[in-house]
T-cell receptor, first 110, second 113 residues
Framework: GQNIDQPTEMTATEGAIVQINCTYQTSGFNGLFWYQQHAGEAPTFLSYNVLDGLEEKGRFSSFLSRSKGYSYLLLKELQMKDSASYLCAVRDAGTYKYIFGTGTRLKVLA | DTAVSQTPKYLVTQMGNDKSIKCEQNLGHDTMYWYKQDSKKFLKIMFSYNNKELIINETVPNRFSPKSPDKAHLNLHINSLELGDSAVYFC????????????FGPGTRLTVL
């Protein structure tokens, strides 16, 4: 089957580091994506992993382990504006569908 | 220079009505999608078109009919609207390069009364 799991909610403090985990099960794998979605807005692309390892982009990094079906999104030097939902999505190689997790709602506190 | 645009942004209508949502992308992408995001924020694929051809058709009631007049446009028509159709509908597009990153439109919030 196809399944993506993420924590529902996380809370962190401004200036801190937070790691949002994502585990997945799909019939085929063709890339993992992280999106940020602020309340009432569209999802916006953050990162993409298709090979194992870490991809760094400014304050955001994303890690992938295909053998473990696991990814995380690391946010450093948290800012209030980082309060949003973070969606993990996997592209299924067999169906070419993007399967989204339910998202992790991150609250950054002052 | 909006990348993916949708109209209308808000749609409030009565049960049983028929309505359409329009989507346009100016990114030159080949593939377009419709997603439904429910009240629990779960984003679920409904349809996908590649160069005007339907390639993904999830288990969606046949009251929903997508139409792609050209590869820059993908419209969604909904017949006989039901209360359960209330949700935010997102259009997205992608190109067959580096992982096919999807770019989302601003969403259409549909409320069926």
């Amino acid at each position: 089957g196809q399944n993506i799991d993420q924590p529902t909610e996380m809370t962190a403090t401004e200036g801190a580091i937070v790691q949002i985990n994502c585990t997945y099960q799909t019939s085929g794998f063709n890339g993992l994506f992280w999106y940020q979605q602020h309340a009432g807005e569209a999802p916006t692309f953050l990162s993409y992993n298709v090979l194992d390892g870490l991809e760094e982009k400014g304050r955001f990094s994303s890690f992938l382990s295909r053998s473990k079906g696991y990814s995380y999104l690391l946010l450093k030097e948290l800012q209030m504006k980082d309060s949003a939902s973070y969606l993990c999505a996997v592209r299924d190689a067999g169906t070419y569908k993007y399967i989204f997790g339910t998202g992790t709602r991150l609250k950054v506190l002052a | 220079d909006t990348a993916v645009s949708q109209t209308p942004k808000y749609l409030v209508t009565q049960m049983g009505n028929d309505k359409s949502i329009k989507c346009e992308q100016n990114l030159g992408h080949d593939t377009m999608y419709w997603y439904k995001q429910d009240s629990k924020k779960f984003l679920k694929i409904m349809f996908s078109y590649n160069n005007k051809e339907l390639i993904i058709n999830e288990t969606v009631p046949n009251r929903f009919s997508p139409k792609s007049p050209d590869k820059a446009h993908l419209n969604l028509h909904i017949n006989s609207l039901e209360l359960g159709d209330s949700a935010v509908y997102f259009c997205a597009s992608s190109q067959e390069v580096r992982g096919n990153t999807q770019y989302f439109g601003p969403g259409t919030r549909l409320t069926v009364l």
